[in-house]
């Protein structure tokens, strides 16, 4: 079974960058939609970007368009997410997780196989 682990989270000043990465291990990760999630205390966990395996599409919540880039590197089973140009309201709890399809990543609310991981801290702040 698919285990997802994020890292690369921290402190950041807006406008910085930083870039996330979700590590797979137990299955290939062309088998998923791989999609980031955040989750700000208090509040529902939401989709924010996902990478259709499929045909390579990528999907991003219009609060990200243009700023966030998700990607992966085959070599390493690694979906990587590049933040540039962080807000404050980007501050949240980021998670990684494998969906059925892109098609409803920006509702989902759990993982199509397995369990939410640790997940990695971004904050943004002056």
């Known amino acids: 079974q698919v285990q997802l682990v994020e890292s690369g989270g921290g402190l950041a000043q807006p406008g910085d960058s930083l870039r996330l990465s979700c590590a797979a291990s137990g299955s290939d990760l062309d088998d998923f939609a791989i999609t980031w999630f955040r989750q700000v205390p208090g509040s529902q966990r939401e989709g924010i970007s996902c990478l259709s395996p499929f045909d390579g599409r990528t999907y991003y919540k219009p609060s990200v368009q243009g700023r966030f880039t998700i990607s992966t590197d085959h070599a390493k089973n690694t979906v990587f997410l590049q933040m540039n140009d962080l807000k404050p309201e980007d501050t949240a709890i980021y998670y990684c997780?494998?969906?059925?399809?892109?098609?409803?990543?920006?509702?989902?609310?759990?993982?199509?196989?397995?369990?939410w991981g640790q997940g990695t801290q971004v904050t943004v702040s002056s």
């Open positions: 997780a494998p969906l059925e399809t892109c098609t409803y990543y920006l509702t989902a609310t759990s993982p199509f196989v397995g369990t």
